[in-house]
């Protein structure tokens, strides 16, 4: 399957739609097997924005593609998000409110819930989540994610990172973190999570927002429609003690506060402590490369070391928003398919030949289907446009988003 799309695929730069000066010939996407590449619309030095076709067997399906030179001294990347884990906006919005040059949507997220009535939809995104050098939260349990089976040997720990060294890789975030308290010192299973392990503990901070924490006791670990625990204890703490204590999830978190929320064996624990006792919260996200990492977004690879993982869905096409890694992490390729009726989508297999012939050495599947957008700035500090046809004819509000940033 991959041989096959890999010689039928092509890309044509269609740059008049993009309202910009043609890219110089110094700035072209490097021309790959298989791949037909014109050249693309400059948005800054560094910042590439083309548009291509893919030809599949069952038609063909039209993309857009941001290539980013991250070598290029005024070029970053960073994660874009709404203020708050639990909360959503339009990727257009995110661009705007941070002043992007261009922003693809990113992680797979708690978008509907429909198996546990009457506990409201987070909007908090799967996997975890680093802005600004920031962790704004760990990943839930596996079979709590949302969106396709990822293959074998991934973990919801996955992410797309760029470290402070200007490069982009692939890597696991794993959360290191406990409670110190009078009775013992209580591990931490989850940061800022939808859903956190049965048994366990979460910390919710400042910047989880005022979604309800409600859907953070439902589930298991490997099943995501299993009921809601009953057996819950919460615990607010500021200023290193106490403030108060529930026995049912809250929503928000008071300022100056941190909470901490327990689940069946988690919950016994927490429930051994009172308003005034002092509690020592500590917590970050560890990853596996050793680079300290500037931004990271949860995503699962379909592409490693030039190679499709293993295990990758061949069978079920899609609207897909992809990211690939390329010339030793220093160049990153960021795209979104159209959802116009009668697209063809792509297989995570055929994403993953996509990126490939681009130019990726490694490669992520981000969230797709209605969320799947790209957005770039208008020339000259002009507005923010989207640039592909989202499913459904209009943005889908999501949790984050990768942003570049350029300047001219």
């Not at 204890?233 to 506060?257: L, Q």
């Not at 927490?270 to 006792?277: F, I, S, T, W």
Request: charged share 20%; aromatic share 4%.
């Amino acid at each position: 399957m991959v041989h096959t799309v890999l010689a039928a695929l092509a890309v044509w730069s269609l740059a008049a739609a993009a309202g910009g000066p043609p890219a110089s010939a110094a700035d072209s996407l490097a021309t790959a097997p298989g791949i037909r590449q014109a050249p693309g619309v400059r948005q800054a030095p560094g910042v590439i924005y083309t548009t291509f076709q893919v030809a599949v067997a069952r038609g063909t399906a039209h993309g857009h593609l941001l290539t980013v030179d991250l070598r290029a001294p005024r070029v970053s990347v960073d994660l874009l998000y709404p203020g708050a884990v639990g909360a959503r906006a339009p990727v257009s919005a995110l661009a705007t409110a941070r002043g992007a040059t261009a922003a693809v949507n990113g992680d797979f997220f708690h978008f509907v819930e429909t198996q546990h009535p009457g506990v409201p939809a987070t909007g908090a995104p799967s996997g975890p989540a680093v802005a600004a050098g920031h962790g704004l939260k760990a990943a839930v349990p596996a079979g709590q994610r949302f969106g396709p089976a990822p293959p074998p040997g991934a973990s919801p720990e996955d992410v797309l990172g760029i470290g402070y060294d200007r490069r982009a890789r692939l890597d696991r975030l794993t959360l290191r973190g406990a409670a110190v308290t009078g009775h013992g010192t209580l591990p931490l299973a989850g940061l800022n999570q939808y859903a956190l392990p049965v048994d366990g503990i979460g910390a919710y901070t400042s910047r989880w927002g005022p979604a309800a924490r409600a859907r953070a006791v439902c589930g298991t670990d490997t099943d995501r429609a299993a009921p809601c625990t009953a057996r819950v204890r919460e615990v607010t703490v500021a200023r290193g003690r106490v403030t108060a204590v529930a026995d049912r999830p809250g929503d928000g978190v008071p300022p100056g506060s941190e909470v901490l929320l327990g689940r069946e064996d988690g919950a016994r624990r927490l429930a051994e402590l009172r308003p005034g006792d002092p509690v020592r919260i500590g917590h970050r996200l560890t990853g596996r490369s050793g680079v300290p990492l500037r931004c990271a977004v949860g995503g699962f690879a379909v592409l490693r070391d030039g190679r499709t993982v293993p295990g990758t869905d061949t069978v079920t096409p899609a609207v897909r928003t992809g990211a690939g890694i390329g010339d030793g992490g220093r160049t990153l390729y960021l795209l979104a398919l159209d959802g116009t009726p009668g697209e063809p989508g792509l297989t995570l297999t055929e994403l993953a030949a996509v990126l490939r012939g681009l130019g990726a050495r490694d490669g992520v599947d981000l969230d797709g289907g209605g969320s799947s957008t790209l957005v770039t700035r208008a020339p000259h500090g002009g507005q923010v446009v989207v640039r592909n046809h989202p499913s459904g004819g209009a943005e889908r509000p999501v949790p984050n988003a990768l942003g570049v940033f350029a300047e001219d």
